[in-house]
C-alpha cells in the first residue's frame, strides 16, 4: 500500500488558519486521498476526502498537489474543538470488494488561546 | 441516531480467557471493521465484512475470530487473550467503499489483558 508522511505535531493559534501538509510520493492513480481526524478518547472521525481537484466541505479544505505527490488539509479558523490527531490516508480498494484504511500515526495538532 | 455502539467500553482480561466485542451500527450500511489501536502504531485493521454472512481477514487477523450474523452486527471474538491484545479496540462502518464512502467508527473498547 503507498504510505504517507505527515509532522508529527503542529501548533496553532485559536482563530487562525491551519495547514496540515501530508506527503504520498507512491500514490497511485486510483488512490483516493482522505482526512480523519480523532478527538481524545473517541474514535476517528471523516474529514474529508478527493482524487484530484481542490474539496471544500463545512469542516475544511483540501488541496491536492497536480501531480498528487502531495496534499494540504486546511482549517480556515482553529478553534479548541480542533485540536486531535489528523489522519492523511490513501485508501486503496481490496480485490473484490471492500477497501481498507491504512493509518499511518497523524499529525496531533495543538490550539492555543 | 445512534450511528455505530460497541459494547463493552471496558474490559479487564487474564490471560487465556475469552472475550466477544460486539459492534452495532442502525446506519443499514453494507461494509463494517474492526481496527485495534496502539501507541505509535495508528489503527490497524483486524477483519472486515463486506455484507451479512461474510468476512474477511484484513492486516493483523491472528488471535481474534469475527462473526457477521446480522446485517447490523459484527461481533470480534478472542478465544485465548494474550497481553500482546492489550489495545484499544474500533469498529466501523460504511455504506459501500465503491464510491468512497466515509467510515463511520465507535467510540471504541478498551481492553486490558493480564
Known amino acids: 500500500d503507498a504510505k504517507t508522511t505527515q509532522p508529527n505535531s503542529m501548533e496553532s493559534n485559536e482563530e487562525e488558519p491551519v495547514h496540515l501538509p501530508c506527503n504520498h510520493s507512491t500514490i497511485s492513480g486510483t488512490d483516493y486521498i482522505h482526512w480523519y481526524r480523532q478527538l481524545p478518547s473517541q474514535g476517528p472521525e471523516y474529514v474529508i476526502h478527493?482524487?484530484?481537484s481542490n474539496v471544500n466541505n463545512r469542516m475544511a479544505s483540501l488541496a491536492i498537489a497536480e501531480d498528487r505527490k502531495s496534499s494540504t488539509l486546511i482549517l480556515h479558523r482553529a478553534t479548541l474543538r480542533d485540536a486531535a490527531v489528523y489522519y492523511c490516508i490513501l485508501r486503496a480498494s481490496l480485490t473484490g470488494t471492500a477497501s481498507k484504511l491504512t493509518f499511518g500515526t497523524g499529525t496531533r495538532l495543538q490550539v492555543t488561546l | 441516531n445512534a450511528g455505530v455502539t460497541q459494547t463493552p467500553k471496558f474490559r479487564v482480561l487474564k490471560t487465556g480467557q475469552s472475550m466477544t466485542l460486539l459492534c452495532a451500527q442502525d446506519m443499514n450500511h453494507e461494509y463494517m471493521y474492526w481496527y485495534r489501536q496502539d501507541p505509535g502504531m495508528g489503527l490497524r485493521l483486524i477483519h472486515y465484512s463486506v455484507g451479512e454472512g461474510t468476512t474477511a481477514k484484513g492486516e493483523v487477523p491472528d488471535g481474534y475470530n469475527v462473526s457477521r450474523l446480522k446485517k447490523q452486527n459484527f461481533l470480534l471474538g478472542l478465544e485465548s487473550a494474550a497481553p500482546s491484545q492489550t489495545s484499544v479496540y474500533f469498529c466501523a462502518s460504511s455504506l459501500r467503499t465503491g464510491d468512497n464512502s466515509p467510515l463511520h467508527f465507535g467510540n471504541g473498547t478498551r481492553l486490558t489483558v493480564t
Open positions: 478527493g482524487l484530484t
